[in-house]
């Protein structure tokens, strides 16, 4: 494939920025990826993986005759480097980014963006629970989808260029105001985030009074929602803080459903839980059907795709 890009940009080397890597060589789509960390022993590590063919410590020097940057660090350091690489960035670039939020970036790059360079904020619905430059794999967006939210105005051009762009690292694309893109990931990730959190919080205070044996006999749901809330704790706290009104938007309904759950239960209602647990299983079989998981069984799960 000719390249899309002569150079990107990819300020963060964790499991998107360095998983973008490995699918840009795979795709043949740059010619030449420079990666950017602000912790040397992160650069180190990335030098030793070989995804890179310039890796900086200066997010200035990094960007620099970039025709695609992309921000892959957690979203609450998005103004602190759009202010920093803003005078570097070459006009007629694309700025784009990997966020879990999308209202918030908009909110907090774009007054950093010079004229002339198109800024396209960008979400790839892909990842595990693994982070950290090792953690990457080119594989990671194979049918995964990646939504764009473009500003009113953004150049047409730049807009297809980047669609072409993730299509080629494997990716459904898609095209999506940002608010209803915020709404969407607080009920799809943000959430279960969240309850994957506290559920498991909730069994690490009660080890202590059942003397381990909730971590002695964990079952297969408890297990998932640790592999859930194994995920990077400073990306999720910027993402629960910089998407805090649709979080607690679909968290309020979610309260009013389980309170309706525990009446149900208290009750004896078994024909409103019979109800739910057939509703529910059906959206489970349409989730396989579409082609984003697999209705095998993998308790380890390995390289889980889902964010």
Not at 172 to 187: C, T
Request: net charge neutral; glycine share 10%.
């Amino acid at each position: 494939m000719t390249a899309i890009f002569e150079k990107v940009a990819l300020l963060g080397v964790g499991l998107i920025g360095s998983s973008m890597a490995h699918a840009m060589r795979r795709a043949a789509v740059a010619s030449h990826i420079a990666g950017y960390s602000r912790r040397a022993e992160t650069l180190e590590r990335a030098r030793r993986l070989g995804f890179a063919d310039s890796l900086h410590g200066d997010a200035a020097s990094c960007v620099r005759d970039a025709d695609l940057v992309v921000l892959a660090t957690p979203v609450g350091s998005y103004a602190t480097l759009a202010g920093q690489i803003a005078p570097s960035l070459k006009r007629g670039a694309i700025l784009s980014d990997v966020g879990s939020v999308k209202s918030a970036v908009i909110r907090d790059v774009g007054p950093y963006v010079p004229e002339g360079v198109h800024f396209i904020p960008a979400h790839p619905i892909a990842g595990t629970e693994q982070s950290g430059p090792e953690a990457g794999f080119a594989e990671l967006f194979d049918g995964r989808w990646c939504v764009l939210t473009p500003p009113p105005g953004t150049d047409a051009a730049a807009l297809e260029r980047l669609k072409s762009f993730w299509r080629a690292l494997g990716s459904e694309v898609e095209v999506m105001d940002a608010r209803h893109h915020d709404l969407v990931l607080a009920i799809t990730s943000h959430l279960p985030h969240l309850i994957a959190y506290n559920i498991v919080g909730t069994a690490d205070d009660l080890q202590t009074v059942t003397q381990g044996e909730v971590i002695k006999y964990s079952a297969g749901g408890f297990r998932d929602f640790t592999r859930i809330a194994a995920s990077d704790p400073t990306m999720w706290r910027d993402v629960f803080l910089n998407n805090r009104e649709a979080v607690l938007e679909v968290l309020g309904r979610f309260s009013e459903d389980l309170s309706a759950l525990q009446r149900a239960i208290r009750w004896g209602d078994g024909d409103a839980l019979f109800n739910l647990f057939t509703r529910t299983r059906a959206i489970r079989r349409s989730i396989v059907d579409a082609g984003q998981d697999t209705a095998a069984p993998n308790f380890g799960r390995g390289k889980q795709k889902d964010q």
